[in-house]
């Protein structure tokens, strides 16, 4: 097992003060012991308009020289949207990010079915006004419906993921993912090499010691490889 700091501890967004670059979460990473990072895929970090080819490659290697690896990439997208151009502008956003973590020679993109969103006000996040838009939006698609959307996209970008060497794995991520069943449902159903499981064990309904444990969540995950996150 390796142990990865994610860099949205470090993104300036959930406490006051001031995000740290990414070449500064490389460093601090090496200096706490973490055998690498996961990059927030969205500003000030990972967004992928801010890494073409040549940036990312600098990064990679100043990370070999840090001795940290680059685990993986974390998306923060929404296959959810009623709005067909909404969609597929997250499909493009998704597949950038997909050529992003392998210019960084990363193996894993974490992604989401649906995602609320955060404002922020000046500076620090909340989940309370996208919250509160997003069963504005939905109310008159059944859930199976949403579903299907959020089906054919990951499907999508599986095929992409696999075009470029990278797998993607879902989160077991609120809102249209309910618990792990919802994960393994979605991933049979994508049924495709290129698409694991993220499982954030602290979002799992029962946080009993059994089912926190890597055995437990190996057990509930069967015969689908598993990335974990705590």
């Known amino acids: 097992m390796k142990i990865g700091l994610y860099s949205i501890t470090y993104l300036g967004t959930w406490y006051r003060g001031d995000a740290l670059t990414l070449p500064e979460l490389i460093k601090t990473a090496s200096r ?43 998306a923060n997208n929404d296959f959810s949207n009623p709005v067909p151009e909404v969609r597929e502008a997250q499909i493009c956003f998704v597949r950038d990010l997909i050529r992003m973590t ?19 006000h000046p500076k620090l996040a909340t989940y309370n006004i996208a919250e509160g838009y997003w069963p504005i939006v939905h109310e008159r698609f059944s859930e199976e419906e949403i579903w299907g ?11 992409y993921a696999g075009d470029m060497g990278v797998t993607l794995a879902l989160q ?9 069943h919802d994960v393994l449902r979605m991933v049979r159903e994508v049924n495709s090499p290129h ?17 926190m444990s890597r055995a437990g969540c190996r057990h509930k995950a069967g015969d689908v490889a598993l990335r974990w996150r705590i």
């Not at 100043?62 to 974390?74: F, Q």
């Not at 959020?150 to 999508?156: G, K, M, Q, V, W």
């Not at 993220?198 to 799992?204: G, V």
């Open 32 to 74: 706490f012991g973490y055998d690498g990072i996961e990059i927030d895929g969205k500003r000030p970090h990972g967004n992928p308009l801010d890494w073409p080819s040549h940036r990312c490659k600098e990064l990679r290697s100043m990370a070999d020289g840090e001795g940290i690896e680059i685990h993986a990439v974390a």
């Open 102 to 120: 392998a210019d960084l020679g990363a193996k894993h993109l974490r992604v989401f079915l649906a995602w609320w969103g955060i404002t922020r």
């Open 149 to 159: 959307w959020c089906r054919e996209s990951l499907i999508e970008c599986a095929r």
């Open 172 to 180: 077991n991520h609120k809102p249209m993912i309910k618990d792990h």
């Open 195 to 211: 698409l694991q499981v993220c499982l954030d064990a602290p979002l799992m309904p029962d946080k009993g010691a059994a089912a």
